[in-house]
């Protein structure tokens, strides 16, 4: 299946590279290419993508403001949002998760991985970059109920999946993770299913602020750059 993909970034010039990239690739097209957010908005309701690659800082209507309509629209509930952007700030971070977004990269990323990354979103899955999984946790752990211990959080999961829910809190994708431990991305999948379904969790971001609040995942201490 073709995965359909809506762009939305003012540089014309970085927008027509991600349609050269996307383009070169069998299994995806480019269906339209947004300049501001309201257009982005326009351009998902008319063409229904399968993902929408979403810059945030943009003339008029932002991109999270476009994510929070986009991801509202019943008739676009297929549609994932990824978030590409120069800006992995925590504030940006924790409002495009809070909107829907599916996945939040920043745009030092390589062609490869902004190709896995589409592909990961439109398979259903959310990922985010480290830097963007540990301005999250940060932001997560700065708050009285993440900094609460929480023993025995962990204990309805397995050690499989303990072990992929720690991989998963250190920003690596399913295929990343696959890779690491030698097993399918489907694998990952169902590991990371089950655990969000003992857990209660509702999406990959509170699986991994889970991670850390219960210490599978420690955050490092600022190093000293004196």
């Known amino acids: 299946m073709t995965i359909r993909v809506l762009l939305a970034d003012d540089q014309a010039l970085l927008a027509g590279t991600f349609r050269l990239l996307i383009e ?9 290419v947004a300049a501001d957010g309201r257009q982005a908005v326009e351009l998902a309701r008319d063409t229904v993508p399968d993902v929408v690659v979403m810059d945030i800082r943009m003339p008029g209507t932002d991109g999270l403001t476009a994510t929070e309509e986009i991801c509202r629209d019943d008739a676009l509930r297929t549609t994932r949002i990824l978030i590409l952007t120069t ?11 809070r909107a829907g977004a599916s996945g939040f990269l920043g745009k030092d990323v390589g062609p490869q991985e902004l190709l896995d990354a589409i592909r990961a979103v439109a398979a ?12 999250l946790i940060t ?25 992929v829910m720690a991989q998963a809190a250190e920003g690596l994708s399913n295929d ?30 509170q699986l991994v602020a889970m991670a850390y609040q219960s210490g599978l995942v420690r955050v490092d201490p600022p190093r000293n750059r004196g």
């Open 24 to 32: 070169s690739n069998d299994d995806m097209e480019v269906v339209g």
């Open 87 to 97: 800006f992995e700030i925590d504030e940006y971070v924790a409002r495009a998760l």
């Open 124 to 135: 259903g899955d959310m990922l985010l970059s480290p830097t963007a999984t540990r301005s």
């Open 139 to 163: 932001r997560y752990l700065a708050r009285p109920e993440g900094r609460a211990a929480a023993p025995g959080l962990l204990d309805a999961l397995t050690a499989r999946e303990r072990e």
């Open 176 to 205: 990343e993770i696959a890779a690491l431990m030698h097993v399918s991305p489907l694998t990952v999948r169902t590991h990371i299913g089950r655990a969000m379904t003992k857990l209660g969790a509702r999406h990959r971001a």
